[in-house]
């Protein structure tokens, strides 16, 4: 199994959106500074989780979080919150 996640940092309030097939080895990297893209927004806490059956899709759910599209659903959909 692979997933897509959102992660919701602590510290800033903002999200990351990833894939892997091992959430929480993946979120143990993040929390440790090992990923150069969230090392300064520690703490992180898994906000989001989808199941996917292989890691192409995985990883296309994740491009699809970072697109406009993307985005509008995760906002519709009260995945997750935006206040402007």
């Given at each position: 199994?692979?997933?897509s996640y959102i992660l919701k940092s602590l510290k800033d309030e903002k999200y990351y959106y990833g894939s892997t097939n091992d959430v929480d080895k993946r979120l143990t990297?993040?929390?440790k500074g090992e990923v150069k893209a969230t090392k300064h927004r520690r703490p992180?806490?898994?906000?989001y989780k989808e199941e996917h059956s292989t890691?192409?899709?995985?990883?296309?759910?994740e491009m699809f979080y970072k697109s406009?599209?993307?985005y509008r659903f995760l906002k519709d959909?009260?995945?997750i919150r935006r206040d402007v």
């Open positions: 199994m692979f997933f990297k993040h929390n992180l806490k898994l906000h890691r192409s899709e995985a990883f296309k759910r406009i599209e993307g959909n009260n995945i």
